[in-house]
């Protein structure tokens, strides 16, 4: 049976085509378990933090004896201290018998909890284990933020780390290592249970190691999984090529890249247009495997969607990035930052705050422009009749335009010109968005927006359209000089672009013009 792209639970390579992480792991057994590192693989959702722990495990089995636990499903451990170091116990006492632990050890460890002193029962058991075993023991424990209670679990953490200092000291013995991995930060954990306040930077785990692991998956680690896919069904694909447009979408998020892949083999290969796998592992296939995914629903957008209603300045400040420009200068230490970044939504991309990656950065352009328009429900008779747009099959990118200048003059005519000056660029997107849906994909060009300027990127099937936006108060193409607009088309490997100018000059002349610059025709739209 050939291999396939996991999307949901753990990888495992004998069942699924996966980046080869042994590096990873590697360097994770050897710069943190070999030094007796207690550290958080703190990750946003679905970004292989379960799938790492498994290989972990299986990479220090031989060495180590590994306690892997789950919070996923643990609800009844945090009703009480007491409940909760029972429960503890039983739950391991289970791991260390599947995994042979002599008979004497187990007994011990099996002894009852202490009602009046649960804790210090509990931290018993854990020295007892420790200092009898043959091997030094590992305790490894995910989800650790579905606990309904955290203030059971950072009293347990408190523990840990008491016993980890005192461990430096000589005055006891316990794990070599332990791991925890979720989504929130140990000190956010307060955020899960209470979205929205200010976060409070009190934690008991401060004796954690920075994990500096980079667990992206970059387009050369990409490429080698694909090679596996390829030896399976030859399929002819340029592996570097599309491993590289995987890569600029998703900037190496695991779910995104596997999801991808995965749209590609089993939704793509077979649909219309793309006959077969050899039709689908092309450019054309990328997209439209695209274009699924961002109509989708999954798990990813769903939590990102109620993330970013739970934290309603994180949702402005994006809004604020991708409609605005905005600049807004990077610090980790900042909350809203920094929960941006816990969840995956945000990057320091040179020391400037940046949506993380094209797939979040487009899914929540699409989510902001549906809330828009819905409110305004001003859209539908403009781009409900495709078409006049759509022609043998082909995007009629000048009648999407010409149609844009009636629609904007009708609409927004007489609107405040501070308003439009805020909002030129919304509008339009809520204009081309339902023309091209379905059809067609669009991402903004982050290198060049800015608070004046944004560059819209428009695939339609073999077409691709370059559509600058800008706040112009003069010429605007001539602003960028000649060579500079020659040189960005040569760059697109295209020969026309498309200048859309909002104008807020008393005098402006609106309508569209043609202009040729070095063989490179711009047709400029002024509104």
């Known amino acids: 049976m050939p291999k396939s792209f996991n999307i949901t639970g753990v990888c495992i390579p004998e069942l699924h085509y996966m980046v080869n992480t042994q590096d990873r792991i590697k360097d994770i057994a050897t710069n943190y378990i070999a030094n007796g590192c207690y550290f958080t693989i703190n990750r946003a959702r679905q970004f292989g933090k379960t799938t790492t722990l498994y290989l972990l495990e299986k990479y220090l089995k031989k060495q180590y004896i590994i306690i892997r636990l789950s919070f996923e499903i643990a609800d009844e451990l945090f009703n009480s201290l007491y409940s909760f170091a029972k429960g503890l116990v039983y739950i391991i006492y289970n791991e260390l018998k599947n995994q042979g632990i002599d008979k004497n050890i187990l007994d011990k460890w099996n002894q009852p909890v202490s009602h009046e002193f649960p804790f210090n029962s509990l931290s018993r058991h854990i020295t007892e284990l420790c200092k009898n075993s043959n ?100 399929t002819g694909m340029d592996i570097k090529n599309i491993s590289s447009l995987i890569y600029e979408y998703t900037c190496g998020y695991p779910y995104m890249v596997s999801r991808i892949c995965f749209l590609i083999d089993k939704y793509v290969a077979g649909s219309n247009g793309f006959p077969g796998k050899k039709e689908a592992w092309t450019k054309p296939g990328f997209l439209k495997a695209i274009r699924i995914f961002l109509q989708d629903s999954n798990t990813l957008f769903d939590d990102m969607s ?41 990057k320091n991309s040179g020391n400037l705050v940046a949506v993380a990656n094209r797939i979040f950065e487009t899914k929540i352009y699409n989510i902001l422009l549906s809330e828009k328009e819905l409110a305004q429900g001003t859209m539908q008779r403009y781009t409900d009749n495709r078409k006049e747009f759509i022609q043998d099959g082909k995007l009629n990118m000048h009648i999407v335009m010409e149609k844009f200048l009636e629609y904007y003059e009708e609409i927004f005519g007489n609107t405040n010109e501070k308003f439009l000056e805020n909002e030129g660029r919304r509008i339009f997107l809520m204009y081309l968005r339902p023309i091209i849906n379905g059809s067609g994909n669009y991402y903004i060009e982050a290198q060049t927006r800015d608070q004046t300027r944004t560059d819209v990127i428009v695939d339609y099937g073999e077409q691709r359209f370059i559509i600058e936006m800008k706040l112009w108060h003069g010429n605007a193409y001539n602003k960028r000089g000649e060579e500079q607009l020659a040189g960005y088309l040569d760059f697109y490997k295209q020969d026309i672009e498309y200048l859309l100018s909002f104008n807020f000059n008393k005098n402006k002349k609106t309508g569209i013009k043609e ?13």
């Open 135 to 234: 091997k030094k023991i590992i305790l490894m424990i995910d989800e650790i933020d579905k606990s309904p209670d955290n203030q059971i679990f950072l009293s347990f953490l408190g523990l840990l780390r008491n016993k980890y200092l005192e461990q430096q000291q000589q005055r006891d013995t316990t794990f070599q290592s332990v791991i925890l991995a979720g989504v929130y930060d140990i000190k956010n954990l307060k955020l899960k249970l209470h979205p929205g306040e200010e976060p409070k930077y009190n934690s008991p785990w401060n004796i954690a190691s920075d994990f500096m692991v980079d667990m992206c998956f970059y387009p050369e680690e990409i490429s080698d999984m694909l090679s596996m896919y390829e030896e399976d069904f030859h």
């Open 515 to 527: 202009i040729t610059i070095n063989n490179k025709k711009i047709i400029e739209i002024v509104v």
């Open 306 to 346: 109620k993330k970013l209603d739970e934290f309603p300045v994180l949702k402005e400040r994006i809004s604020d990035i991708l409609f605005y420009g905005a600049q807004y200068t990077f610090e980790a230490n900042s909350p809203i930052i920094n929960i941006g970044i816990m969840f995956g939504f945000l």
